[in-house]
């Protein structure tokens, strides 16, 4: 992997510090009316559109152009649309598209998905606690109901020590670092991922379509300067096929801006990504090289607002 100068890691890791710095240091839940949840949009969605219910991850160490890149883990939408991360292809490096999958519920399922969630206890306030590890990333549960938003964060969901012999018995353990009651408390939770993220587990069998394929109707690309990767690869570049590039600023101090592709551009930006890789450089009508990290729009997004909340 090519390495990045000092002072730009520096600059990152600061930054980075800095925005986890400013969340919930407990991990705690927040309940929250729908005007002032995290990511509410200025205008509504499409009423079949709307997302209901998201488990997404924020934070954690990692690149910027990553951050803001970073898709949920399951995305619920009022038309029944289950989206998924799909089955992605273990190369280096990997496909420029991610591969996304839904399955289709129905309007009743829904309903019961969101109860299922509010009773894990997104709406709830019990503690959590914050297992002793560092830089991994939140998971962050969002419902809408139509009288309110409800937002529950938990830091390092997952990393919680298995059940097993008592602490002293387990040299470097950290299962003093947590209650019982906040163990319950998570694993709810994390059980609620999976049961999203595989509704057929939760809700009868014919009220679950068979997974499919999810190609996106527009899609966005987090743009960086193209630096070589120094690794004796010579990638061939793509003509980019999207709005012009770099796009609008997204994160200046980072050197992040935003593009974001509809209708026929969007189309002729998949057909081109089925060529290219995270590490293609992409090329401008001026022939400049650009690194384009791209990210489906789901049902529910519009452009590049919809990723400047990371």
């Known amino acids: 992997m090519p390495r990045a100068p000092w002072p730009a890691l520096l600059l990152t890791a600061l930054l980075l510090t800095t925005a986890c710095a400013q969340r919930d240091p407990a ?107 560092a830089d991994l990333p939140s998971t962050r549960f969002t419902v809408r109901t139509a009288e309110r ?48 993220g595989d509704p057929a587990s939760v809700l009868p069998e014919d009220a679950v379509g068979a997974q499919e394929v999810w190609v996106p109707e527009a899609v966005a690309g987090v743009v960086t300067e193209w630096r070589d990767p120094q690794d004796g690869q010579d990638p061939r570049p793509v003509p980019w096929p999207g709005p012009p590039l770099p796009g609008e600023p997204l994160e200046p101090r980072l050197g992040l801006s935003c593009v974001a592709a509809t209708g026929e551009q969007a189309r002729a930006v998949l057909d081109a990504a089925g060529s290219a890789d995270t590490q293609t450089p992409w090329l401008s009508e001026d022939g400049e090289r650009w690194s384009v990290l791209l990210r489906p729009l789901l049902p529910h997004e519009e452009g590049c607002e919809d990723l400047a909340g990371w």
Request: no cysteine; glycine share 10%.
């Open 27 to 133: 991990g705690a839940a927040a309940t929250t009316p729908a005007t002032a949840a995290a990511g509410a949009r200025s205008a509504p969605a499409a009423p079949a559109a709307r997302q209901v219910i998201e488990v997404a991850h924020t934070g954690g160490f990692t690149t910027p152009e990553l951050l803001a890149a970073r898709l949920p883990l399951v995305s619920v939408h009022a038309d029944g649309r289950v989206i998924t991360p799909g089955p992605q292809i273990q190369v280096f490096p990997p496909p420029a598209l991610p591969a996304l999958q839904v399955q289709h519920v129905d309007e009743d399922a829904v309903a019961v998905l969101v109860e299922h969630a509010l009773r894990a206890g997104v709406d709830g306030s019990a503690d959590l606690g914050r297992p002793p590890v």
């Open 149 to 196: 938003t409800y937002v529950r964060e938990v830091y390092a969901l997952g990393a919680e020590t298995p059940p097993g012999p008592p602490a002293g018995d387990r040299p470097g353990s950290t299962d003093d670092a947590l209650t019982p009651e906040q163990r319950a408390a998570r694993a709810g939770l994390q059980a609620l991922v999976e049961e999203l």
